[in-house]
């Protein structure tokens, strides 16, 4: 099992940046692909953010694309999402979230394939 604490977030002004880190519990973060997730007041969660086991394949939301970067370090077992040029409508609880992988490469765009997820953390922009 892992264990997903995520941390970092907070409020921001428009055009502001924020690092959110999500550390996991166990020794093996390096078989799970990672992704970051959101959900704002009365919409469903979406995909924002996916990395690969080894770190060498990532993925993003077209909304976020240039401006958010993830990130991993599995010998500290944490992932990262570097979230720059910030907008209004990146206002949202953000979760991390780990999926078995079988192959280093692989990353994973549908929530449905996370087993496990953290408890959020706030991302609050103000214009």
């Known amino acids: 099992q892992v264990q997903l604490v995520e941390s970092g977030g907070g409020l921001v002004q428009a055009g502001g940046s924020l690092r959110l880190s999500c550390a996991a519990s166990?020794?093996?973060?390096?078989?799970?692909?990672m992704g970051w997730f959101r959900q704002a007041p009365g919409k469903e969660r979406e995909f924002v953010a996916t990395?690969?086991?080894?770190?060498?394949?990532?993925s993003y939301a077209d909304s976020v694309k240039g401006r958010f970067t993830i990130s991993r370090d599995n010998a500290r077992n944490t992932v990262f999402l570097q979230m720059n040029s910030l907008k209004a409508e990146d206002t949202a609880v953000y979760h991390c979230?780990?999926?078995?992988?079988?192959?280093?490469?692989?990353?994973?765009?549908?929530?449905?394939?996370?087993?496990?997820w953290g408890q959020g953390t706030q991302v609050t922009v103000s214009t």
């Open positions: 979230a780990a999926a078995q992988a079988y192959y280093s490469d692989t990353y994973y765009e549908n929530s449905k394939d996370y087993g496990y």
């Open positions: 166990g020794r093996t973060f390096s078989s799970y692909a």
């Open positions: 990395i690969s086991r080894s770190g060498s394949k990532t």
